[in-house]
């Protein structure tokens, strides 16, 4: 029967093997340790480097956005134009009043009455005797004066009417103009000169025509006025052209449409005062 007994386990210096003394014991595990360290550091600048271009474009995007800094709550614009400067005008207070003128704001700041405020009040409704007292007719006359150009009025010259300056009492009397109301819409208003005539656009150039009585020339003798982003001043919008408004050009007025422009808005902006003549 053969002997069974099992064998001492053999020492590597017994079976021919012997250990590599060259490196120190645990080397490939510090190997392999310090190599996966170096990739997760690569791994980390990466992404913080893609991350950081992320942003960048981010806010390069934000900043090309003319309107991104505009809708952020509680941040006030300066570059972004206001409202009433960037908006058509529309329909408010214009100054103009068919039976009692109010003072113009030229008049207001030169403290000169206008006609109606210069004017005695009225007293009561019903005099002493008890009857009622018959209300005074009033007539409005105005004269239109550029914003841009303080010094100069609408002036009708050779049947069109121009920006010109005062120049002696036939001047005043041809840059004065009855307020009424208008012929086409009696919320509007319209132009009528001292020799009976009225204030008309033909070929979009104002000029000064006689009444024919023609629903075409009361619509295009018939104006709107509308509120101006000049304080103090307004626009007459075409009652049959809307979107279109006077204004000057070379110093001749026209109707044009209207025009998101600093220059347009002065040019069509006039204040009201006083008659000259």
């Given at each position: 029967?053969?002997?069974?007994?099992?064998?001492?386990?053999?020492q590597?210096?017994?079976?021919?093997?012997?250990?590599?003394?060259?490196?120190?014991?645990?080397?490939?595990?510090?190997?392999?340790?310090?190599?996966?360290?170096?990739?997760?550091?690569?791994?980390?600048?990466?992404?913080i480097?893609?991350?950081?271009s992320?942003?960048?474009?981010?806010?390069?995007?934000?900043?090309?956005?003319?309107?991104?800094?505009?809708?952020?709550?509680?941040?006030?614009?300066?570059?972004?134009?206001?409202?009433?400067a960037?908006?058509?005008?529309?329909?408010?207070?214009?100054?103009?009043?068919?039976?009692?003128?109010?003072?113009?704001?030229?008049?207001?700041?030169?403290?000169s009455?206008?006609?109606?405020?210069?004017?005695?009040?009225?007293?009561?409704p019903?005099?002493?005797?008890?009857?009622?007292?018959?209300?005074?007719?009033?007539?409005?006359?105005?004269?239109?004066?550029?914003?841009?150009?303080?010094?100069?009025?609408?002036?009708?010259?050779?049947?069109?009417v121009?920006?010109d300056?005062?120049?002696?009492?036939?001047?005043?009397?041809?840059?004065?103009?009855?307020?009424?109301k208008?012929?086409?819409?009696?919320?509007?208003?319209s132009?009528?000169?001292?020799?009976g005539?009225?204030?008309?656009?033909?070929?979009?150039?104002?000029?000064?025509?006689?009444?024919?009585?023609?629903?075409?020339?009361?619509?295009?003798?018939?104006?709107?006025?509308?509120?101006?982003?000049?304080?103090?001043?307004?626009?007459?919008?075409?009652?049959?052209?809307?979107?279109r408004?006077?204004?000057?050009?070379?110093?001749?007025?026209?109707?044009?449409?209207?025009?998101?422009?600093?220059?347009?808005?002065?040019?069509?902006?006039?204040?009201?005062?006083?008659g000259?003549?």
């Amino acid at each position: 029967m053969p002997d069974t007994t099992p064998q001492p386990p053999q020492q590597p210096w017994e079976n021919g093997w012997a250990p590599d003394t060259s490196r120190a014991p645990g080397t490939r595990r510090l190997w392999l340790a310090g190599g996966l360290a170096i990739a997760t550091i690569i791994t980390c600048v990466t992404s913080i480097a893609v991350m950081d271009s992320d942003s960048d474009k981010t806010s390069h995007t934000a900043s090309a956005d003319p309107t991104s800094s505009a809708t952020v709550p509680g941040l006030i614009s300066f570059a972004s134009p206001s409202t009433d400067a960037a908006s058509p005008p529309h329909a408010g207070k214009s100054g103009l009043t068919s039976g009692r003128p109010s003072t113009s704001a030229a008049a207001q700041e030169n403290g000169s009455p206008s006609p109606a405020s210069g004017s005695k009040p009225s007293k009561s409704p019903t005099s002493h005797a008890g009857s009622p007292s018959k209300p005074q007719p009033t007539t409005t006359w105005r004269s239109v004066r550029s914003v841009n150009y303080p010094d100069r009025y609408w002036h009708v010259s050779g049947g069109y009417v121009k920006l010109d300056p005062i120049a002696g009492s036939e001047s005043r009397a041809d840059s004065t103009f009855k307020l009424v109301k208008g012929l086409a819409n009696s919320s509007c208003y319209s132009f009528a000169t001292h020799d009976g005539k009225y204030l008309r656009h033909r070929n979009f150039l104002l000029r000064a025509d006689t009444n024919d009585g023609s629903s075409l020339f009361k619509q295009d003798a018939t104006f709107c006025a509308r509120s101006s982003s000049i304080s103090g001043a307004i626009m007459l919008e075409s009652v049959n052209y809307p979107g279109r408004y006077l204004r000057h050009q070379n110093f001749q007025l026209k109707l044009d449409p209207y025009q998101y422009s600093d220059l347009y808005r002065h040019d069509s902006a006039f204040r009201l005062v006083d008659g000259l003549a």
